[in-house]
């Protein structure tokens, strides 16, 4: 079968070799240094014992989600409106698992909310960015019966549903 | 402070217990388990175990028997007791206990301690690094860890209540959600604890299978920690808590046992655990059953080109191996099916050539780039050079098809993926590291090769 691969295997001198373990060498202190900061980070919060569960308890969005599934029953399902592309869904999504959770943009437009919360029996309606104005099919939910807002301290605004009240339409 | 230690030994009672259904079912599937190491059958019997425990998970819920440890852990130690009650059971039993007596001499020289003390730190890091931090990368959150958290909190498989790749298999979800029962509560961060273990476990059957190549400790040694620590992909996947790290440790106990096998140089009961593993892989992610499947296409096609004697016989052994793939493949995809779940159609859509011709170039620049797996790459590919026509004329030659074939497939995969021309560029960068760390392990199995034939030792070695 030579014929396939006409060439007489390689001599490697050894000081391929060594440079090949020199290269891996540099390479392992770049890793060193390439994590570093994280290192650093690790040490110094186990040095003050912040760790673990306590990391989440920083961030306001968990403290938040805490605070939503006291009021949410497992069972229940809630409409989150925000960006896919933030990342910040998929936390929420996380934390409040395994309540049924529906992720439609915050733009959607009043009969697209209206029928995913009609149809979906959602009973929370959450919006990750409260501070920003709301969209179309969130103010005219607001404007409604059918939606009442809670009082929550956190980023975001929420808002409990009665979904038996909307009658999705053309609300345009 | 007691919560937190009460809570590690809840976490290494579970973790012992999957390891001793593992090696009960080593000791039923292997006639002589002693004849692999005690440091290779605790990597393989992990790996038995988390399948077999995942896989009557499933079951449980097929069945519609809700989760509790009671249920999940009972009926399996009764199975394993059994196993180890039966007279091979019994010998291994024996057998071990009498080496545990007689504790063997490390005798680690210069090298040695250098390659063992890397192993160690990075081990280390990564462990506390992933038990000391809550469960935060993306398909961590969004995929594995949120269906984990709904499984223990529904105690079944209840995919009603998300959608997060429902058709994905759920090997790892399963997993971490046996240990959320064992804990008593979801801990995320304790529970990422297991992805460093995994990877020391994947590294252990590296050392192993370099030493059965017939490197000596040394360059054994050296190869586990030339993988381990060249770019960040493999550590980072040390406490990400993704899937690809399992994956990627089934591939290398599939790949590799079965290159023992087709060497001669397996022990027997190679290829009924060689099943196992490519169950374990058919079962842990959605390119499992593929990646598996080349596997035992690049088996065959060795045997096929290599034509040893009792070519037939061979072949029609590798429906053994076969067998432990369709029986880590058939009960999800069953389930799927009669469930109902929607089947994701991500990469049948088209052809794109110009995206075809992209990923050949993010493919070359991805396997030497420092970043992602420093030197190993071209490490691979100065071995497969050295092997030269030995490649094509020994058992090396499956190992070169399957790593070969399956970056073809990579480049292919990417040709196919629905993806607009803005998007591509980061669909690849999120995607590519991880489908090459799938492989990477057993492509130092072709280093080992390479160095053998540079540095060869004058005997087979005895000793771990």
Redesign the interface.
């Known amino acids: 079968?030579?014929y396939?691969?006409?060439?007489?295997?390689?001599t490697?001198s050894p000081h391929l070799?060594r440079t090949?373990i020199a290269?891996?060498g540099l390479?392992?202190l770049?890793?060193a240094w390439?994590?570093e900061p994280?290192?650093r980070d690790?040490v110094s919060?186990?040095a003050q014992g912040d760790?673990?569960?306590a990391?989440?308890q920083a961030d306001p969005l968990y403290r938040w989600a805490g605070a939503l599934s006291a009021l949410i029953p497992?069972g229940a399902?809630y409409v989150f409106l925000d960006n896919y592309e933030a990342?910040k869904e998929?936390?929420v999504?996380?934390y409040l698992?395994?309540?049924?959770?529906l992720l439609l943009p915050p733009d959607a437009v009043a009969p697209y909310l209206f029928y995913v919360l009609h149809q979906e029996q959602a009973s929370f309606l959450l919006i990750r960015e409260g501070d920003q104005p709301l969209g179309p099919g969130a103010r005219a939910a607001v404007q409604s019966q059918a939606v009442q807002e809670l009082s929550l301290p956190g980023p975001g605004k929420a808002y409990r549903v009665d979904h038996r009240r909307l009658r999705w339409g053309f609300y345009d | 402070m007691i919560e937190a230690v009460v809570s590690l030994l809840r976490l290494l009672g579970g973790l012992g217990a999957v390891i001793l259904l593992g090696y009960a079912l080593l000791a039923l599937l292997l006639p002589q388990p002693r004849d692999f190491r005690a440091l290779e059958r605790l990597s393989l019997a992990f790996g038995a175990g988390v399948v077999l425990l995942t896989l009557w998970m499933l079951a449980l819920t097929w069945r519609g028997h809700p989760f509790s440890l009671t249920l999940i852990l009972g009926p399996l130690l009764a199975l394993s007791a059994a196993l180890l009650l039966t007279p091979r059971g019994r010998r291994a039993i024996s057998q071990d206990l009498q080496a545990l007596r007689t504790p063997r001499r490390l005798n680690l020289t210069g090298w040695d301690w250098l390659f063992a003390g890397l192993l160690i730190v990075m081990l280390l890091y990564a462990f506390l690094r992933a038990a000391l931090y809550p469960m935060w990368a993306w398909d961590a959150i969004a995929t594995w860890g949120c269906k984990a958290r709904v499984f223990y909190a529904t105690q079944g498989l209840d995919l009603t209540c998300i959608d997060a790749h429902n058709y994905y298999p759920n090997l790892l979800p399963l997993l971490l959600s046996y240990f959320y029962f064992c804990l008593g509560q979801v801990n995320d961060h304790l529970v990422q604890g297991i992805f460093p273990l995994w990877g020391a476990l994947l590294l252990a059957l590296l050392y192993s299978l370099a030493r059965r190549l017939s490197l000596s400790r040394r360059q054994a040694l050296g190869l586990t920690a030339f993988l381990a620590l060249n770019g960040t992909v493999f550590v980072v996947h040390l406490y990400i808590a993704y899937a690809d790290l399992p994956l990627a440790y089934f591939t290398l106990g599939a790949a590799g046992l079965l290159y023992l096998w087709l060497a001669d140089q397996a022990p027997r009961g190679s290829l009924a655990l060689t099943g196992l593993f490519l169950a374990g892989m058919a079962w842990c992610k959605y390119e499992g059953p593929p990646l598996a499947a080349t596997v035992l296409l690049a088996a065959s096609l060795t045997l096929i080109w290599l034509r040893p004697p009792g070519l037939w016989r061979r072949l029609l052994s590798l429906s053994l191996p076969l067998t432990g793939l369709l029986l880590g493949y058939l009960p999800w995809r069953l389930f799927v099916s009669q469930q109902h779940l929607p089947i994701g159609a991500d990469h049948l859509q088209g052809f794109y050539p110009h995206q075809f011709v992209l990923a050949i170039s993010y493919l070359a620049a991805a396997l030497i780039q420092p970043y992602y797996f420093g030197l190993l790459w071209p490490a691979v590919l100065l071995a497969a050079i050295v092997a030269g026509r030995r490649l094509w004329t020994s058992p090396a030659l499956f190992l070169a098809l399957f790593i070969g074939g399956n970056l073809l497939a990579v480049i292919l995969a990417y040709g196919v993926a629905p993806t607009s021309a803005a998007e591509f560029p980061s669909y690849v960068r999120a995607t590519l590291d991880r489908l090459l760390l799938h492989l990477t392990p057993t492509a130092a199995l072709l280093l080992a090769l390479g160095l053998k034939e540079l540095y060869p030792t004058p005997k087979s070695p005895t000793t771990p």
């Open positions: 079968m030579s396939l691969f006409p060439f007489p295997p390689l490697f070799t090949l290269l891996w390479q392992i770049w890793l390439h994590f994280e290192a690790l919060r186990i760790v673990g569960a990391i989440r497992p399902s990342g998929i936390e999504r996380y698992a395994p309540r049924r959770h």
